[in-house]
């Protein structure tokens, strides 16, 4: 008796978790920009999606999560084709590869090789995976276009790579770059907060001042934009370096915060007291 009733109470659990996810994505209508003669960005729920469209078809960069995959498609049949010839992966986080179990059925998958280890460690299988791997960087060539993935070290994650498109002046920072928001720094996945500054000044050195700069999350950007950013990844390490120098116990410098002009960037998905969290970590 017990074992059924634990059965049963397993199997409605599955059942409203699995509404939730339906009823969570169910209004999450999947917006388009262009923001060249050949490139556009797709902004639903999860990791913004880059897509380069021309005479060779779609290659895409990133997907989302699963649930969404048929209002991608939709977007991108109003652009002329729902399957990508390519999907380029900017690092294994599910909002960002959730879909490549649907797109990897008709479509190459790219990724840098920690992307497919760490898929593969979390049980990812079959046509979710990148099929092709880099450990530095690559090139593709389509649409007349060069598309340059470029491996990021020890940033957000181990795996994280940014796609450049030199011809258009366009590049895709994956969570590299939560646009005016505190970022996610993995820890636990080969992230490190000295990585991603190192990163950002290295994207910097890359971009003009007409660059137009997809972030992971959060509207389209500029240098300035991804400037800023890194004035207050640095000020706020700089921060918390001098905190634990003085002897400073987490609880006391949770307890005091951050300066008032930081309050807008704890707004979105990591809040203040997480960002302070991730940064005392990362110093210890």
């Known amino acids: 008796m017990k074992t059924l009733i634990t059965a049963l109470l397993l199997c409605v659990t599955s059942i409203a978790m699995n509404v939730f996810a339906e009823d969570r994505f169910a209004k999450v209508e999947i917006r388009t920009e262009q923001i060249s003669e050949n ?3 797709l902004f639903g729920t999860g990791g913004n999606i880059g897509v380069l469209n021309g005479p060779d078809g779609i290659l895409m ?6 649930p969404l995959a048929d209002k991608i498609r939709a977007a991108l049949d109003k652009l002329g084709g ?7 992966n900017t690092h294994y986080h599910g909002d960002h590869t959730g879909s490549n179990a649907v797109f990897g059925q008709n479509s190459i998958i790219m990724a840098h090789d920690n992307v497919r280890m760490r898929l ?5 299988k079959d046509s979710a995976l990148p099929v092709i791997t880099f450990a530095t960087q690559a090139t593709i060539y389509f649409n007349n276009q060069e598309a340059h993935l470029i491996h990021m070290p020890a940033g957000h994650t ?4 940014i796609v450049y498109f030199p011809n ?8 590299h770059f939560f646009k005016d928001r505190f970022p996610y720094v993995d820890l636990q996945a080969g992230g490190t907060v000295n990585g991603l500054i190192d990163n950002i000044v290295n994207i910097l050195s890359r971009v003009d001042s007409d660059t137009k700069i997809i972030p992971g999350h959060g509207e389209m950007a500029t240098k300035v ?10 000020s706020t390490r700089q921060f918390i370096d001098a905190e634990l120098a003085q002897g400073k116990s987490e609880k006391s410098i949770l307890a005091a915060g951050l300066a008032p002009k930081w309050d807008s960037w704890g707004e979105g998905f990591i809040n203040e007291e997480r960002w302070l ?6 110093q210890k």
Do not use: C, W
């Open 225 to 234: 934009d991804l400037q800023r950013y890194l004035n207050m990844l640095t």
């Open 61 to 66: 960069i990133d997907d989302q999560f699963a």
């Open 158 to 161: 181990d795996g994280d790579a």
């Open 39 to 41: 490139i556009y960005v």
């Open 82 to 88: 729902t399957t990508p010839t390519y999907v380029l």
């Open 120 to 124: 593969l460690a979390g049980g990812t």
């Open 168 to 175: 258009e002046n366009v590049i895709h920072l994956g969570d």
């Open 277 to 282: 969290k991730t940064l005392i970590s990362a």
